[in-house]
């Protein structure tokens, strides 16, 4: 198994370039690291688009199967192995929202009122659980933006590759998604 990452056509060197040969040659072990290194991130972004423990899991699982069983057709140079399996978390994502249908009905249930008076600080469950909202209300695209800046930490030329968008569409995504999340929690 190579130990170091190397280098491809393009010269970007990739992070996970030492379980690449591993998981070309079958290697479960490669996978069980691919995995121990990547999982969490995975999951965390497949949640913050789907706010659904279950359905996270899911995708986690359908992102490592889909690495797992491409793996023999990996080449080096045309994105990062993260990057790629990022773009698949979205897809699948994408896919699952979707397929999700808005359930209407004629009598809307009360809402319980769970905010703190103004002079009591929020917990920070409760300000990600404000957050959590927010994002819900945000567009597909919008939400996928924000989780892979903030959440993920991509830059934004790697943002732009895993949305299959140019760099100035996504930046102007964030832009969008930043306003449109200032406005919804301002209302809150």
């Known amino acids: 198994m190579l130990t170091t ?9 990739d992070p996970d370039a030492d379980l690449i040969f591993g998981l070309k040659a079958g290697d479960e ?5 691919l995995m121990e290194r990547h999982m969490s991130s995975i999951h965390k972004m497949a949640f913050y688009m789907l706010g659904d423990e279950m359905a996270a899991e899911d995708v986690t699982q359908t992102v490592f199967l889909k690495t ?5 057709n990996w080449e080096a140079g045309q994105a990062k192995l993260l990057t790629w399996m990022r773009r698949v978390t979205r897809n699948a994502c994408l896919d699952i929202l979707k397929k999700k249908k808005p359930i209407y009905t004629d009598t809307v249930p009360d809402v319980e009122d769970i905010s703190n008076s103004p002079f009591e600080a929020l917990s920070e469950n409760e300000q990600s659980a404000y ?6 209300q945000l567009t597909e695209n919008q939400r996928m933006a924000l989780t892979l800046s903030y959440y993920q930490g991509v830059s934004q030329k790697e943002g732009a590759t895993i949305m299959d968008i140019s760099e100035s569409a996504y930046e102007s995504l964030l832009v969008r998604a930043r306003k449109a999340l200032k406005v919804i929690l301002a209302d809150k």
């Open 5 to 13: 990452p190397s280098i491809n056509s393009i010269g970007v060197s």
């Open 131 to 136: 957050v959590g909202a927010a994002l819900s």
């Open 29 to 33: 072990k490669a996978l069980s690291g």
């Open 68 to 72: 797992w069983e491409n793996a023999r």
